[in-house]
């Protein structure tokens, strides 16, 4: 075999390859953005009850005509805590064929313990989703109502971040169970 022969198919071998990888990295992109669309998301019957208090919020239909969907607040937009929420909803997947919360009454069973996973996610965060839209440096706090106005001016600076103050602002906030109290004050003589 020549040399000028291997050098071609190297040559061939390399262009394959990144041509391969292009269209790997495509088809990897488009199955994320297929997955991060409304629909995708509320296909399964469990999510038509979020999907619902969704569409009453003013994030969904409001003056300007700005939507946040499913994606927006869910999905991180940096490329690895986006990786680790796609494999985390695999969870999501799970519980749908087990059917955990496939009946409003299950839903209502479930939703203190979802919510809480959510924004105890959001506060590790600093309310990253949040913050993709709304950010503290870019508000006019003179057109806020005044209680807004303080709580939004002093927000950081007391070591607060949107989810602090907005729990339930796209779905309905669950009520917090009875014996929760019970169990932060057992977690908290346990931990000491």
Known sequence: MSNGSSRKKTIVIVI?????????AGLFNTGLALTNKEEFCTDCHSMQTPLS???????????????????????PEPFFP????????AKDVYHEILGTIDTPEKYEAHRWDMASRVWAKMKATDSR??????????????????????????????????????KGIAHE????????????????????
């Open 129 to 166: 989703e949040c913050r993709s839209c709304h950010d503290f440096r870019d508000m006019d706090l003179t057109a806020q109502s005044r209680s807004a106005r303080s709580k939004h001016g002093n927000a950081e600076d007391n070591g607060q971040t949107c989810i602090d103050c907005h």
């Open 16 to 24: 394959v390859v990144f041509l391969a990888g292009i269209v790997a």
């Open 53 to 75: 208090e969704l569409k009453e919020n003013v994030h969904y239909k409001n003056a300007s005509g700005v939507q946040a969907t499913c994606h927006d607040c869910h999905v």
């Open 82 to 89: 986006k990786m680790l929420a796609k494999i985390m909803a």
């Open 173 to 192: 906030e669950p009520d917090e169970p009875e014996d929760f109290e019970e169990e932060e004050e057992k977690e908290g003589s346990d931990s000491t």
